[in-house]
């Protein structure tokens, strides 16, 4: 079974510099890649070295919630590292971009406005590169189906992954037709994510595709509660070598095996980032020492 975590943040704070151990664990659990993608200026280079260290991918972007840190410069930085990293075959996106309108402050002016204007202007910056998008879109699926089709035009489509998908339906369907794949992580192993299983067993299957946001959105298995960290009880650690586990959730609502769910959605991932393919087709067999590179580019 070969594995890709479609959205892992490796460069995160909480992994420090243990990121190359955590890369090799998934590695072992059958992780054959990971798309790792920038939030800020800041993490372009750092996230290009991993990559290229852990024979993974990397994506370039400013996410919405660093947009109150953000100058129109960043968007310049951006352009320009896009431009400078053009022939890099492991550069596969623009991400992670997108809105935000979970965080009260982002919701109303000015910042409502700003992370609109950073989205739309790097929806542009994808186009203008020949990129796909890895889109965030928590409570703002149609203020991003929106930017998705007025920079796109009539009968645009895309490449590109909705990273952590939690909408409706018809929400999904949407993406679906522009040309999206949907990201499912750890939010899906809950038994109270009723309307997001339902999402996982009713969509097409070749719309869905795996991930963990590592350190991020942990599965049930990981998760403790405010009071149960309150009471001293510490969050494991969400990594990559979560997603098979996570895959086999998946499989199980499903009703397939989980060695299917794997070929499949390596298969829907390589469609949504086209520059996946021919790396992947080069991969080391899982837990190979070659695997994983001593030497940053």
Known sequence: MRWVDTHCHLNAAEFGPLDQAVRAQAAINNVVHCVLPAVQVSDFEVVRALAHAGSDSYALGIHPLRVRSATDDDLAQLDAALMQHASDPRLVAVGEIGLDFFDPDLCVS???????????????????????????SRRSVDQVLQGLRRVAGAGGRWHGIAHAFNGSLQQAQALIDLGLKLGFGGAVTFERAQQLRRLAVSLPLEGIVLETDAPDMPPHWLYTTAEQR??????GLNTPAELPRIGA?????????VEELAEVTTHNAMAALPRLRPLLATTNPPGNPSTINTQAP
Not at 110 to 136: C, D, M, N, S
Not at 249 to 257: E, H, P, S, T, W
């Open 230 to 235: 309150a009471a001293g009880q510490s969050q």
């Open 110 to 136: 000015p910042w409502r406005e700003r992370q609109t204007y950073f989205y739309q202007e790097q929806l542009k910056l994808a186009q203008r590169h020949g990129l796909p998008v890895i889109l965030h």
């Open 249 to 257: 959730v998946v499989a199980a609502l499903r009703g397939m095996a």
